[in-house]
């Protein structure tokens, strides 16, 4: 099978000067793929040359990928100390993330996680697969205590060797004012959604000036996401005209368009893709044939403010709409 220089991955840096590779693999299957199809691939995608897999217990797949792991060990394709491996607790176990890390820890058969996320700033849960409008009475806003209470036990999981990092993900400036100066341990990355029609560039600037590698989820825009998070508003990415003038240009994919863009910003785009043509182009791409200035310019004028995962149904009861967890007027966004 073809391989991968790893040398001409470009690299990018955490606070500690540690690198990891400028693009990872997804691993969410968006309720289209099942854990065979997606541990699979994270097969085929190490066996190319992928290092940094993005997993989260609430995919439902990490003991699948806990095996194609082992199984890669065992035929001596990569040493652990080769993979960047992320796993993330959800909303339900705020208050058992030691819990939560150890059961994914078993699943992927590792004797640590290299980040660990927390997946959203709030313990407000909903069962797998539940439509956009429904509400869980017991759903609140942000709350910066109950934040730190979570993140002091991610902060554990470090002093136990269990977690090299921890990380924030589906943060807002005003969230991140409020807690970073809690945090004894600060956080070594923020997973965010990232892509040519939706830049976040105050969000995004502000987590590099803090030295916080911003990791962009939904690079390509999500074009197979469920139909919950679709609305009649919202933007292709692949049909952005500075996306589809340099796909042109360079003969590729608008997806290795997105991907080009993503990572000579500086974010760390994890596209997701069970497809080994599209998962190997995808790292490719950033490897070879970089953007011009011109079109990096010409993608960034181009942002639509357009967010895909707008996060509805984490919404408490009487919450006018998903603005409301993603403090559109500066201010933590408080219970109406
Ligand atoms: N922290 C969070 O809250 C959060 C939220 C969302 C996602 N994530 C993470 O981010 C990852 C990526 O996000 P995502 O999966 O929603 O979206 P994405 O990576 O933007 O889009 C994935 C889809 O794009 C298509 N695709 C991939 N490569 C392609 C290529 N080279 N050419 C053409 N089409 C291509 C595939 O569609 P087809 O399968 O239809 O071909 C694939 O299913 C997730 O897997 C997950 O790990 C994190």
Known sequence: MEKIDQNKVPKRKF???????????????????????ISEAVYGAIKFGYRLIDCAAVYQNEAQIGQVLKRLFDEGVVERKDLFITSKVWNDMHEKVGESCRQSLKDLGLETIDLFFVHWPFPNYHAPGCSGDSRNPDSRPFSVEEFMK?????????????????????????KLEAVL?????????????????????KLFDYAVKHDILPIGYCPLGSPSRPERD???????????????????????????ICLKWAAQRGQVPIPFSVKEPQYQSNLTCVTEDPLTAEEMEAIT????????????????????????LWDLDGRITEKE
Request: proline content about 8%; overall charge negative.
């Open 15 to 37: 606070y500690t000067g540690e690198e990891i590779p400028a693009v990872g693999l997804g691993t969410f299957g968006s309720d289209k793929y099942g854990p065979e199809a």
């Open 150 to 174: 979570t993140w002091r036990q991610c902060e554990e999981l470090v002093d136990q060797g269990l977690v090299r990092y921890i990380g924030m993900s589906n943060m807002t400036v005003p």
């Open 230 to 256: 679709r609305t009649a508003e919202d933007v292709a990415d692949s049909e952005l005209p500075s996306v589809a003038a340099a796909a042109k240009a360079h003969g590729v994919h608008p997806a290795n």
């Open 181 to 201: 100066p809690l945090c004894r341990i600060k956080p070594a990355a923020l997973e965010m959604e990232l892509h040519p029609s939706f830049q976040q560039p």
């Open 301 to 324: 004028r181009d942002d639509r403010n357009c967010r895909l995962i707008k996060g509805q149904v984490f919404l408490w009861e009487g919450a006018h709409g998903w603005e409301a």
